[in-house]
Nanobody, 127 residues
Framework: QVQLVESGGGLVQAGGSLRLSCAHSGRPFSNYAMGWFRQAPGKEREFVVAITWSGSSTYYADSVKGRFTISRDNAKNTAYLQMNSLRPEDTAVYYC????????????????????WGQGTQVTVSS
């Protein structure tokens, strides 16, 4: 059983930065691809960014390219989402997700491609 715990959310002004963390436990972290999704009020959950188990490949939604960066530290069993140049439209609950094993890009950009989810952390960007 995998447990995922997000942290680092909060309130920030437009143009500011936040770094989210996702602590992974229960199974070997290095076997899992990791993704971040977000869900704003009244909207569906949407893909933000993903990283393969090795860290060799990353995938970004067009809306966050050049502003957000995903990384992982397999020694710390943690994935990170660095968010810069935040905009009010980035306001949402952010969820991390884990998928076991090798995965294609098409698997990692959709919520159905993941096996385990965290509880989410709120990010609010004020204008």
């Amino acid at each position: 059983q995998v447990q995922l715990v997000e942290s680092g959310g909060g309130l920030v002004q437009a143009g500011g930065s936040l770094r989210l963390s996702c602590a992974h436990s229960g199974r070997p972290f290095s076997n899992y691809a990791m993704g971040w999704f977000r869900q704003a009020p009244g909207k569906e959950r949407e893909f933000v960014v993903a990283i393969t188990w090795s860290g060799s490949s990353t995938y970004y939604a067009d809306s966050v390219k050049g502003r957000f960066t995903i990384s992982r530290d397999n020694a710390k069993n943690t994935a990170y989402l660095q968010m810069n140049s935040l905009r009010p439209e980035d306001t949402a609950v952010y969820y991390c997700a884990a998928r076991f094993g090798v995965a294609q890009a098409s698997d990692l950009v959709t919520a159905s491609g993941y096996d385990d989810w965290g509880q989410g952390t709120q990010v609010t960007v004020s204008s």
